[in-house]
């Protein structure tokens, strides 16, 4: 064995070094992964306390560097049509803003595993309604809830965003219950998207 290594000292040579560039290689994939990790925002939109119109819509911070959520845009789905509409500066607030104002307000700042409280679903729903003057349209009508969450993130120049959807299943014998129609939050990164999520806040500036 000794003797064929000597004998073969070039060719041993070639395969350490071979072997030493795919040791690099994946290293360098390794630390891409966790430097593009580290710039890319998660925005986490879920269901919580329940099922029902009762439950609750949180907007959870799980990107590695804090955020700052600057827009909710609500979108309900009613009779083959869509209201939309920001639920950030919706409508006059008290003064006292309690003890989470985020989630009042609609807009702060996040940091890493923050959530922010949006409000049950049917109260927001009812929210939306009033807000657009719909008087000629029940609660019960609406059967498709959109939330997307706009936030300045790091030293990105455009905004980045998430979105996801919820279905109201009205016919169910123990009361309706809030659907999410996705296992996961769509998260908004795409440079194009993102150019778009631009023009749509600055039509409710």
């Keep these: 064995m000794w003797q064929w290594f000597t004998g073969n000292t070039q060719?041993?040579?070639?395969?350490?070094?071979?072997?030493?560039?795919?040791?690099?290689?994946?290293?360098?994939?390794?630390?891409l992964v966790q430097f593009r990790g580290t710039k890319r925002s998660?925005?986490?939109?879920?269901?919580?306390?329940?099922?029902?119109?009762r439950s609750r819509c949180l907007v959870t911070n799980m990107s590695s560097q804090p955020l700052y959520v600057?827009?909710?845009?609500?979108?309900?789905?009613?009779?083959?049509?869509?209201?939309?509409?920001?639920?950030?500066?919706l409508r006059e607030l008290p003064g006292d803003?309690?003890?989470?104002?985020?989630?009042?307000?609609?807009?702060?700042?996040?940091?890493?595993?923050?959530?922010?409280?949006?409000?049950?679903?049917d109260d927001i729903v009812r929210t939306l309604l009033d807000a657009n003057e719909e008087t000629d349209v029940?609660?019960?009508?609406?059967?498709?809830?959109?939330?997307?969450?706009?936030?300045?993130?790091?030293?990105?120049d455009l905004p980045v965003g998430a979105t996801r959807s919820f279905h109201f299943e009205r016919n169910?014998?123990?009361?309706?219950?809030?659907q999410p129609l996705s296992i996961a939050t769509d998260q908004i990164r795409q440079r194009?998207?993102?150019r778009d999520?631009?023009?749509?806040?600055?039509?409710y500036l």
């Design 197 to 203: 999520l631009l023009n749509k806040v600055q039509q």
């Design 138 to 156: 029940q609660e019960e009508e609406v059967d498709q809830f959109d939330l997307t969450v706009v936030a300045l993130y790091a030293l990105e």
């Design 172 to 178: 169910v014998p123990k009361g309706p219950r809030v």
């Design 11 to 31: 060719v041993v040579s070639v395969a350490l070094s071979f072997a030493m560039l795919i040791v690099w290689v994946i290293y360098l994939q390794l630390l």
């Design 97 to 121: 803003l309690g003890e989470d104002p985020r989630s009042i307000m609609g807009q702060g700042s996040l940091a890493t595993g923050q959530f922010m409280n949006i409000g049950h679903f």
């Design 42 to 53: 998660t925005i986490l939109i879920t269901r919580a306390a329940g099922r029902g119109m």
């Design 192 to 194: 194009r998207r993102r």
């Design 70 to 89: 600057s827009s909710l845009i609500a979108t309900v789905h009613v009779r083959g049509r869509q209201i939309e509409l920001a639920l950030t500066d």
